[in-house]
């Protein structure tokens, strides 16, 4: 089947702007996660839905970060006024449930400029 | 600092040998994971070890799992060049996991 799915792959953005980045889950997996990863770093936690709660928040880097997940499905992670610091790219996984392996999109790749 | 945190950070090993990675955490855990990610954006789960096992294979891979000493290794066997990419481990803690959380991974080198 289709696996974890994540739009754009690659997004320049200007200062202050705001972003959308958006992931698909493999159908039938109730947990998402977002994860930020820095050039040659490992990967940051951001948040992760359980269905469409988010249990823990407490890796958002700032209130410029937020994310929602509706119908237990697709995810939307929104950073406002982006800053230069924001640019990295940005992981999605989905799991069955928060106890079994994550699948990982390929990524968005963010720029700001 | 990261919760889980591998060694060493590079190793280059020539094909055929085995290469062996090691990754240390300081929480109790439901369930430790190991990735492996190739030049380029994705991660691809290796093998899931859970805090009641030991140990774990799957094909020319070996986890094991010390949690009395907090620890986790991978040993991949009679290494090929394709096995080059960095590899990651990730805790996910008994009281919260969902929230998993990756170290800074090992970067492997298999040379042809």
């Known amino acids: 089947g289709a696996g974890v799915s994540q739009s754009p792959s690659n997004k320049v953005t200007e200062k202050g702007k705001d972003v959308e980045l958006r992931c698909d889950p493999i159908s039938g997996h109730t947990a998402l996660y977002w994860y930020r990863q820095s050039l040659g770093q490992g990967l940051e936690f951001l948040i992760y839905?359980?269905?469409?709660?988010?249990?823990?928040k407490s890796g958002l880097p700032s209130d410029r970060f937020s994310a929602e997940r509706t119908g237990g499905s697709v995810s939307t992670l929104t950073i406002q006024r982006t800053q230069q610091e924001d640019s990295a790219v940005y992981l999605c996984?989905?799991?069955?449930?928060?106890?079994?392996?994550?699948?990982f999109g390929p990524g968005t790749r963010l720029t700001v400029t | 600092s990261q919760q889980g945190e591998e060694d060493p950070q590079a190793l280059s090993i020539q094909e055929g040998e085995n290469a062996t990675m090691n990754c240390s955490y300081k929480t109790s855990i439901n369930n430790l994971q190991w990735y492996r990610q190739n030049s380029g954006r994705g991660l691809v789960h290796l093998i899931l070890i859970r805090s009641n096992e030991r140990e774990k294979h799957s094909g020319r891979l070996r986890v094991t799992l010390d949690t009395s000493k907090k620890s986790s290794s991978l040993l991949i066997t009679a290494s090929r060049a394709a096995d080059t990419a960095s590899y990651f481990c990730?805790?996910?803690?008994?009281?919260?996991?969902?929230?998993?959380?990756f170290g800074d991974g090992t970067t492997l080198t298999v040379k042809p």
């Open positions: 839905f359980q269905g469409n709660s988010a249990p823990d």
């Open positions: 990730a805790t996910a803690p008994y009281t919260n996991a969902g929230k998993s959380t």
């Open positions: 996984a989905s799991s069955l449930s928060d106890v079994h392996e994550q699948y």
